[in-house]
């Protein structure tokens, strides 16, 4: 299988800040990852795929980058509604594979 | 707007069968190009995908759980159905109904998620 890491796990921030996350496939991937956001009680949102292809409807704060092995999620300016765990995805073979999660906390 | 909504039984005793159950509005499974399936998250821990199906055609499952799970449409209901047999508390989660973004399952991402519903395995 393929092992996603994803660092941090965890990260403290305040509004305005921007954030990075990092997420690592154990072998190359090519450029098919998507990135979720998850909030308890609420369904999960795809904010990215295709590693740089942002979502219809999701904030153009949210950009991701990478290819192959090591891929990034940004978030510029944090807002409130962006305190939340974020995830990563591989979706170049079975079985689909996720990162542990970052979670966003409020500083 | 596609919306999806799970549900079955919050508690499932050991050894027996869990079975849930995914009504999809907005979207027919049957008249839809997509993948339609299961991801699961354990209590403090990650995503975990289990299985998805092409309504006519293809069936994927995770070899962690191939043997246990099972898929299934009920197109007069636009329901979609996920079985996993002798279960144990490690099968504790959230479990997400989830449609992938296009008629294939490696290259597309899950665009659509239901809230996910609660399965605690418990005697």
């Known amino acids: 299988d393929i092992q996603m890491t994803q660092s941090p796990s965890s990260v403290s921030a305040s509004v305005g800040d921007r954030v990075t996350i990092t997420c690592r496939a154990s072998q190359g991937i090519g450029r098919w990852l998507a990135w979720y956001q998850l909030k308890p009680g609420k369904a999960p949102k795809l904010l990215i795929y295709a590693a740089s292809t942002l979502q219809s409807g999701v904030p153009s704060r949210f950009s991701g980058s990478g290819s192959g092995t090591d891929f990034t999620l940004t978030i510029t300016s944090l807002q409130p509604e962006d305190f939340a765990a974020y995830y990563c995805q591989q979706a170049t073979f079975f079985p689909l594979t996720f990162g542990g999660g970052t979670k966003v906390e409020i500083k | 707007q596609v919306q999806l909504q799970e549900s079955g039984p919050g508690l499932v005793k050991p050894s027996e069968t869990l079975s849930l159950t995914c009504t999809v509005s907005g979207d027919s499974i049957s008249g839809s190009s997509y993948y339609w399936g299961w991801i699961r998250q354990p209590p403090g821990k990650g995503l975990e995908w289990i299985v998805s199906m092409y309504y006519g055609g293809s069936t994927y499952h995770n070899p962690s759980h191939k043997s246990r799970v099972s898929i299934s449409v009920d197109t007069s209901k636009n329901q979609v159905s996920l079985r996993l047999s002798s279960v144990t508390a490690a099968d504790t989660a959230v479990y997400y109904c989830?449609?992938?973004?296009?008629?294939?399952?490696?290259?597309?991402?899950?665009?659509?998620w239901g809230k996910g519903t609660t399965v605690t395995v418990s005697s």
């Open positions: 989830a449609r992938w973004s296009g008629d294939d399952l490696l290259e597309f991402a899950v665009d659509v």
